[in-house]
């Protein structure tokens, strides 16, 4: 099985902060992984798919990077809607991270 | 547009089955596939399984010997059966479209496994 592992698990930033957070997985997966944005007693939406596309309609904002077993998501403006629990996703094996909640400083 | 609706008992005793169903509305199951999620409170999500049109599947292998995913096409409907249930089942459900890229879900239905 492929372990997804996410940092941090809480991140705690301002509105315009650069926010980057991390996924590391035990394989190399090329680039076979998507990142979700949840908010509180909501589904997951999609924002990247294959590491770095960004999925139509969400803010140019949102940017991911990185292939083999290392991934980014970054933020580079925070915004007060972008205040929720991100996850990545493998898709070998669909695992998904345990998450990482960004909260306001 | 296509549109996911959940249904399902929101409280399963233990040693039961838990079912749900998923609805497509606004489109039709023929080449998509459907995925089930579930989220335990306060955790992380965890992938299920999913179904593919043609009738094929691919389960979580830690669920696998108590899951069945199938579709109904003539219901428009998809469905989840988890056998045996504990309280580790307790979670939120969710129907996703796809099987990466899961970009339309279902609203979600919590269920409960409690005597």
């Known amino acids: 099985d492929i372990q997804v592992t996410q940092s941090p698990s809480t991140l705690s930033a301002s509105v315009g902060d650069r926010v980057t957070i991390t996924c590391r997985t035990s394989q190399s997966i090329n680039r076979w992984l998507a990142w979700y944005q949840q908010k509180p007693g909501k589904a997951p939406k999609l924002l990247i798919y294959?590491?770095?596309n960004l999925e139509s309609g969400v803010p140019s904002r949102f940017s991911g990077s990185g292939s083999g077993t290392e991934f980014t998501l970054t933020i580079s403006s925070l915004q007060p809607d972008d205040f929720a629990t991100y996850y990545c996703?493998?898709?070998?094996?669909?695992?998904f991270g345990g998450g990482t909640k960004v909260e306001i400083k | 547009q296509m549109q996911l609706q959940q249904s399902g008992p929101g409280l399963v005793k233990p040693s039961e089955a838990l079912s749900l169903n998923c609805s497509v509305s606004?489109?039709?199951?023929?080449?998509?596939?459907l995925t089930w999620i579930r989220q335990p409170p306060g955790k992380a999500l965890e992938w299920i399984g999913y179904f593919y049109y043609t009738g094929s599947t691919n389960y979580n292998p830690s669920l696998r010997s108590r899951v069945t995913i199938s579709a109904d096409t003539s219901k428009s409907q998809f469905s989840l059966r988890l056998n045996s249930v504990t309280a580790a089942d307790t979670a939120v459900y969710y129907c996703?479209?796809?099987?990466?890229?899961?970009?339309?879900w279902g609203q979600g239905t919590t269920v409960t496994v409690s005597s």
């Open positions: 294959d590491a770095s």
């Open positions: 606004g489109g039709s199951l023929k080449g998509n596939y």
């Open positions: 996703q493998e898709y070998n094996n669909y695992s």
């Open positions: 996703a479209r796809g099987r990466v890229l899961l970009n339309l």
